[in-house]
């Protein structure tokens, strides 16, 4: 009688635990997943609560960094083609607005650049080939998608 009772009080921990794991990985709120779409989570590089690692479901050498704010929202996004910073990137700030907007190319930060303050007010915006401003003001966020090897 006394094992029955500590089962059944240990399984629906454990259930619950993983249930909240898997549901902070794979999901934003109840409606939105983490990974883009066309995506799937590697669950072995990912880690709950922290970041998502996504690969494309047709073609392995693509594939998408989401790394969470500690609220669970998103902080940033980072694009990967072949193992490097490829395609659009986005970050945000705590509150979800929009902090940072841009695009890589083979690792290198190209095009417009922009930035903005929590409260959506634009504090920066400029002009970058290969990964140098050549025009308007410099960004002033490190991307965590520059460091990250795929």
């Known amino acids: 009688m006394e094992m029955a009772r500590i089962t059944r009080g240990l399984i629906p921990a454990k259930l619950a635990f993983a249930i909240a794991s898997l549901a902070s990985l794979t999901m934003l709120s109840c409606s939105k997943p ?3 779409s066309g995506m799937q989570l590697d669950g072995q590089r990912s880690r709950p609560g922290v970041n998502a690692y996504c690969v494309s479901t047709t073609d392995k050498t693509r594939a998408s960094y989401v ?13 990967f083609a072949g193992g490097r910073a490829s395609g659009p990137y986005q970050a945000f700030h705590p509150n979800g607005a929009r902090w940072l907007e841009g695009r890589y190319d ?9 930035q903005w303050a929590p409260d959506g007010r634009k504090v920066a915006d400029g002009e970058y080939r290969e990964d140098q401003a050549v025009e308007g003001a410099p960004v002033g966020f490190p991307a965590t998608c520059e460091t990250i090897t795929w």
């Open 67 to 79: 790394q969470l704010h500690p609220t669970g929202g998103p902080r940033q996004i980072c694009a």
């Open 106 to 114: 083979d690792g290198l930060k190209v095009g417009r650049w922009t």
């Open 34 to 36: 983490i990974c883009p």
